[in-house]
């Protein structure tokens, strides 16, 4: 199956919005261990964890895409909804395996880890935030030269 350009390129914008906040919770997690020694660790335990959970949520989108684009080209609708819930299944099987990782391996920082998982969708609707936003000051700059 081809990768549609609508898929890679959504993807692409979520791992550059994964891959920031990720680098954001990382310089967070510095902070409050240069505060905080000896409550809060800091070590190459607490980077590859949250690499490693950035991934896997960039991967849950991407195969999220892949699965919109199939079930798009699906004429039989129980088809398609048969699809689209087998795939959710792997797609939460796989994040709560990683969730169970990281919980269970002491070299991974579980809370690194974890957070990650849930940065796809935040970016999500701050993108939509923010458009919404810019879509509002261009409708009242349009209004105010009239």
């Known amino acids: 199956m081809k990768i549609q350009k609508a898929v890679r390129r959504e993807t692409e914008k ?3 919005g994964v891959a920031i906040m990720t680098a954001l919770m990382l310089g967070i997690f510095f902070a409050l261990h240069l505060v905080f020694p000896g409550k809060l660790g800091f070590s190459l335990g607490t980077v ?3 690499l490693l959970g950035a991934a896997v949520s960039v991967l849950n989108f991407f195969l999220m895409g892949l699965t919109v684009q199939h079930v798009a080209g699906l004429e039989d609708p129980k088809e398609a909804k048969r699809f689209m819930q087998k795939s959710y299944v792997n797609r939460n099987t796989m994040q709560i ?3 169970i990782v990281a919980v269970a391996v002491p070299f991974v920082h579980p809370i ?3 957070l ?3 940065f796809p ?3 999500v609707r701050l993108q939509g935030f923010f ?3 810019r879509k509002q000051k261009q409708s009242k700059g349009v209004r ?3």
Do not use: D
């Open 14 to 16: 979520v791992a550059l």
């Open 48 to 50: 590859v964890s949250a």
């Open 97 to 99: 395996v990683w969730m």
């Open 112 to 114: 690194a880890g974890i």
């Open 116 to 118: 990650p998982l849930f």
């Open 121 to 123: 969708g935040l970016f």
């Open 131 to 133: 458009r919404k936003k």
């Open 144 to 146: 105010s030269k009239v």
